[in-house]
T-cell receptor, first 119, second 113 residues
Framework: AQTVTQSQPEMSVQEAETVTLSCTYD???????LFWYKQPPSRQMILVIR??????QNATENRFSVNFQKAAKSFSLKISDSQLGDAAMYFC????????????????FGKGTLLTVNP | DTAVSQTPKYLVTQMGNDKSIKCEQN?????MYWYKQDSKKFLKIMFS???????INETVPNRFSPKSPDKAHLNLHINSLELGDSAVYFC????????????FGPGTRLTVL
């Protein structure tokens, strides 16, 4: 079974600075998908960014980018020019492209990193 | 315009009661999910339906029964509620194709007294 580990329960960053959130995962598959979700205090889960394992190029969405290291099974999220609205819980998630019992249909989440943005 | 909606958003009830949470998505997705988020914010899959067929049932007590009347709806019924059932329950949907992200509803905070 795949596991996702976020080793930083909490992080903080000054407004306008850059912060990197770590995520590692364990899988025996060569093809899969990785995601970062954001959960602000409103508790709504919001998709931040998505990465396909077969693509070497790191995904980017505006101020959010990832550093995907497939060999190391690492998928970190970099937030540039941090804003107060970035304060939230961030979850890393893994999705298998195939598998028995419907396992390819679900996301497996890490335990989350709580990001605080200081003004 | 809400993509995935859940009702109610808050539910407070006594132990032993039976309650339901409803979920609807208007994204045209063919797969729907229930996730449970515990007090430590950990998200765990409970059930998934693809085209109204149950495809994931993750070691959930049989007091929990999902029902999907059609592709756009997935309801969760809970019998004989226990204190440990207190959590936030998220409904989500996706296209069943590999790699597609899940879109989540706003969550239902269930408190069992």
């Amino acid at each position: 079974a795949q596991t996702v580990t976020q080793s930083q329960p909490e992080m903080s960053v000054q407004e306008a600075e850059t912060v990197t959130l770590s995520c590692t995962y364990d899988t025996s598959e060569s093809d899969y998908y990785l995601f970062w979700y954001k959960q602000p205090p409103s508790r709504q889960m919001i998709l931040v960014i998505r990465q396909e394992a077969y693509k070497q190029q790191n995904a980017t969405e505006n101020r959010f980018s990832v550093n995907f290291q497939k060999a190391a099974k690492s998928f970190s999220l970099k937030i540039s020019d941090s804003q107060l609205g970035d304060a939230a819980m961030y979850f890393c998630a893994y999705r298998s492209p195939r598998g028995s019992g419907g396992s390819n249909y679900k996301l497996t989440f890490g335990k989350g990193t709580l990001l605080t943005v200081n003004p | 315009d809400t993509a995935v909606s859940q009702t109610p958003k808050y539910l407070v009830t006594q132990m032993g009661n039976d309650k339901s949470i409803k979920c609807e998505q208007n994204l045209g997705h063919d797969t729907m999910y229930w996730y449970k988020q515990d007090s430590k914010k950990f998200l765990k899959i409970m059930f998934s339906y693809n085209n109204k067929e149950l495809i994931i049932n993750e070691t959930v007590p049989n007091r929990f029964s999902p029902k999907s009347p059609d592709k756009a709806h997935l309801n969760l019924h809970i019998n004989s509620l226990e204190l440990g059932d207190s959590a936030v329950y998220f409904c989500a949907s996706s296209q069943g194709l590999a790699g597609e992200p899940l879109f989540f509803g706003p969550g239902t905070r269930l408190t069992v007294l």
